[in-house]
């Protein structure tokens, strides 16, 4: 397989109001981002059990950015950029049930602009970041179950990472979201899937998800340009442990039911400070009747009506 992508994308805004939580009234901004890539894919049988396959991406992406915010903020950049990326993988056949795969990708994000009027120049645009990921792993299924057991280490370089920043000191009102770039980070884990069905109406499911994540320290600009050090923890929004085990029902008559409890262990809610949320558990279920083209479902999540929380601040 070999081809060429192109795509041209133009975005003009012209707003008035309350912009940027109220931090602009008026703002005239156009963005111009052009994508290049070349690509290709090539599969070699090295034998009647095992293949070998290549792929890989040069892509240019280009943007060109000018704003003016309140007429008095004019921001102009233009960022040109080569990216490159591809895949090794080997999977094996065991037999006709049970196959090994293993492989080896770099894979990229490309860079941009944080539009926010009030930020400060240096932390409007932000740089590609790059991941290479190796994984190995394995699949088998039958008539009754299937199991799914994958284990990967990824590098992460220029991370991107979500930020709220307070951009001025005794000025709550400053308080931003843009992307920054960190150092380097990793991601290490293991993902496990199992499905059996029990009997003719009854198949039970289960999964597990183990993550250690770890981002270096890094700098950027905080309030009044002054320079602050994140990092040197895990990501945020990367629970150590997710687990989610579930029953579902299917007769022959049309009824079905199904129920789900999750689990989550606790994580950081951001990158810009270490605030933590509680590991907690979740119930959901659902019944319903199926005829022909006609489905009927009541369902409800969080049964057991868990507080939990999703997202967290702080403000300086």
Do not use: C, M
């Not at 156009?30 to 059990?49: H, K, P, R």
């Not at 233009?78 to 090794?88: C, F, N, T, V, Y």
């Not at 056949?93 to 080896?104: D, G, K, M, Q, T």
């Not at 029902?249 to 199904?258: E, I, P, V």
């Amino acid at each position: 397989i070999a081809g060429v992508y192109f795509k041209r994308l133009d975005e003009v805004d012209d707003a008035q109001g309350y912009l940027f939580g109220g931090d602009a009234a008026d703002l005239q901004s156009t963005f111009q981002i052009d994508n290049l890539a070349f690509y290709g894919q090539y599969n070699q049988a090295l034998n009647n059990n095992t293949e070998l396959s290549l792929n890989l991406r040069i892509d240019r992406n280009g943007i060109d950015y000018s704003g003016t915010t309140d007429n008095t903020h004019r921001i102009d950049f233009d960022i040109s950029q080569w990216l490159a990326g591809g895949k090794l993988a080997l999977n094996h056949a065991l037999n006709a049930n049970h196959h090994l795969y293993a492989s080896a990708s770099r894979g990229y994000r490309a860079g941009g602009v944080n539009q926010h009027p009030r930020l400060a120049a240096q932390n409007r645009p932000y740089d590609p970041e790059y991941v290479l990921n190796f994984e190995i792993g394995y699949r088998a299924s039958s008539a009754k179950s299937s199991v799914n057991l994958t284990f990967f280490h990824a590098l992460r370089a220029e991370q991107q990472v979500s930020l709220s920043s307070q951009q001025n000191i005794g000025d709550p009102n400053s308080f931003f979201f843009y992307i920054a770039n960190a150092a380097t980070g990793r991601s290490t884990g293991v993902e496990w899937e199992q499905s059996y069905l029990l009997l003719s109406t009854l198949r039970l499911s289960s999964s597990l998800g183990l993550l250690s994540t770890h981002v270096d320290a890094y700098t950027f600009a905080a309030a009044n340009n002054a320079p602050a050090t994140l990092g040197d923890r895990a990501t945020a929004h990367a629970p150590f442990y997710t687990a989610g085990i579930s029953a579902e029902y299917a007769a022959t008559n049309g009824l079905f039911a199904r129920l789900d409890l999750t689990a989550s262990d606790a994580f950081f809610y951001s990158d810009s400070h270490d605030r933590k949320s509680d590991a907690h558990q979740l119930l959901h279920s659902r019944i319903g009747y199926k005829h022909n083209r006609y489905t009927l479902t009541l369902w409800g999540r969080n049964l057991l009506d868990e507080r939990y929380s999703t997202r967290g601040f702080f403000f300086g």
